[in-house]
Nanobody, 123 residues
Framework: QVQLVESGGGLVQAGGSLRLSCAASGLIFSRFGVGWFRRAPGKEREFVAAISVSGGSTDYLDSVKGRFTISRDNAKNTVYLQMNSLKLEDTADYYC????????????????WGRGTQVIVSS
């Protein structure tokens, strides 16, 4: 059974940092690209960042470029999202997802999803 479990969310002041983790099990992790998505209150879920199977390629939502960094440790079956200089508009539920052998921002392409972790940025 494939599981993706997010952690690291919480309440942080604007300008602060958080690191989200996505721990995977039940799949050959090194064959899956991983993406982070978020859903803000009252909005559709949107792509945030993605990383290729090797970690050599990444992609980001324009509004998080230079602030967020996605990385992975295949030995630990874990992907990270380092979020710096957080803004009020980053408040959302964050989800990680896995897609077989791809780097994509297309939500419909993803095979497996976690249940999410909440990030609240306060002023």
């Amino acid at each position: 059974q494939v599981q993706l479990v997010e952690s690291g969310g919480g309440l942080v002041q604007a300008g602060g940092s958080l690191r989200l983790s996505c721990a995977a099990s039940g799949l050959i992790f090194s064959r899956f690209g991983v993406g982070w998505f978020r859903r803000a209150p009252g909005k559709e879920r949107e792509f945030v960042a993605a990383i290729s199977v090797s970690g050599g390629s990444t992609d980001y939502l324009d509004s998080v470029k230079g602030r967020f960094t996605i990385s992975r440790d295949n030995a630990k079956n874990t992907v990270y999202l380092q979020m710096n200089s957080l803004k009020l508009e980053d408040t959302a539920d964050y989800y990680c997802a896995a897609v077989f052998m791809q780097l994509t921002k297309r939500e419909a392409s993803y095979n497996y999803w976690g249940r999410g972790t909440q990030v609240i940025v306060s002023s």
